[in-house]
């Protein structure tokens, strides 16, 4: 007889359950519905078009899991539902919980993808043709994650007296908007696929930036990046690219910018030997399942990369807890 408590292997093996009650309350809308006053499961169920008998069983595993209360029969949000996961509300996670479901199939077939070193994704490119909507949604999603643990980036980038940013593969332009705001003489360039101009558009309206950042649409894998820009952003670019796809765009960049430009490249963080933390070395999976022949890279790997495009000086900066993010500045000389 073993000593050992399996325990923790059991808490492993059926985490993913927990989550799947997560992301099927945030689909079936019932944070939304509890917002405010609570329900029966047979007031929710009818509410939702879906069967009483199954609500109140899905309701019940909420509240064991501490994502509801019940007092009585009656089903209330808990704080942390109330806040995060009530659609409207400012700190609104349930596109980050929408676009993390998008995973869930390929992560059932992680065997597979080790296999055979092969995405269970299609490219953006695809995603965006084939499903706007819901790419449309992961790519908020970004913007929500980006305003959750990126917000710390302007202050640990000078862009003192930096007038022109490329935002390679910059989404719907969270990053250029932050700098952007912080950085009155900057004006940014967001380069993304054609079909992302409009949600990319909507985004810097909404915050008044229309006269200061402009949509270019292209493919960052194309031979140029173009010329003359003063900075280049590489945020969350690199782990969606092999490593000779990450060096050439390093060399592109370095090609792009004037004399003395600044490159940023903003990262998960990973240490050296690829471990941990758990959320770099977990998310270096998520990368594979993703992108071809993608993974998260050590700041210390995605240093020597720099320093072999040409560029000077790396400094190497983790943003502060609770964001799992590293920032990676170096210049062209
Ligand atoms: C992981 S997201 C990063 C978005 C943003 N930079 C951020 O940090 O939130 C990658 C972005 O690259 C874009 N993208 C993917 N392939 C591209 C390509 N070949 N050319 C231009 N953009 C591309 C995607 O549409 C997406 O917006």
């Known amino acids: 007889m073993t000593e050992l408590d399996p325990g923790p292997l059991f808490e492993m093996l059926t985490a993913y359950e927990g989550s799947m009650v997560l992301m099927a309350s945030n689909e079936l809308g019932i944070f939304d519905e509890l917002s405010e006053a609570g329900l029966s499961a047979a007031e929710l169920a009818s509410r939702l078009g ?27 949000n808990t704080p942390l539902t109330e ?56 790519l908020l999603a970004l913007h929500d994650l980006a305003l959750l643990f990126g917000t710390p980036l302007p202050d640990y980038v000078d862009l003192s007296g930096r007038k022109k940013l490329l935002d390679v ?26 079909p992302v101009r409009e949600f990319a558009e909507e985004m810097i309206a909404g915050n008044g930036l229309s006269d200061r950042i402009s949509f270019e649409a292209g493919d960052y894998q194309a031979a140029s990046l173009g010329e003359g820009y003063d900075v280049i952003l590489l945020a969350n ?13 390093l060399r592109k960049s370095h090609d792009a910018l004037v004399e003395g430009g600044l490159v940023i490249i903003n990262e998960f963080f990973l240490d050296a030997n690829k471990t941990g933390p758990p959320v770099g070395a977990i998310f270096s999976l998520v990368m594979l399942l993703e992108n071809q022949g993608a993974a998260a890279y050590p700041a210390e790997e995605i240093k020597g990369w720099v320093l072999d495009a040409g560029f000077v000086d790396p400094v190497v900066r983790p943003l502060p807890e609770p964001s799992p993010m590293v920032v990676i500045v170096a210049h062209k000389p």
């Open 50 to 76: 879906a069967s009483s008998r199954c609500t109140e069983m899905l309701l019940n595993a909420c509240v064991a899991v501490g994502l509801l209360h019940k007092t009585g029969q009656t089903f209330h």
């Open 83 to 138: 806040d995060f996961l009530v659609r409207g509300k400012p700190n609104y996670l349930g596109r980050v919980v929408a676009k993390e479901q998008e995973f869930y199939g390929p992560w059932g077939r992680l065997a597979q993808a080790v296999r055979e070193d092969k995405a269970q994704l299609a490219p953006m490119s695809e995603r965006l043709r084939r499903d706007p909507a819901t790419a449309r949604n992961f």
């Open 169 to 194: 593969g910059g989404g719907v332009g969270t990053y250029s908007i932050m700098l952007a705001q912080r950085n009155p003489q900057l004006r940014a360039v967001v380069l993304d696929l054609p």
């Open 237 to 249: 670019i690199l782990h969606d690219n092999p490593v000779a796809s990450c060096r050439e765009l």
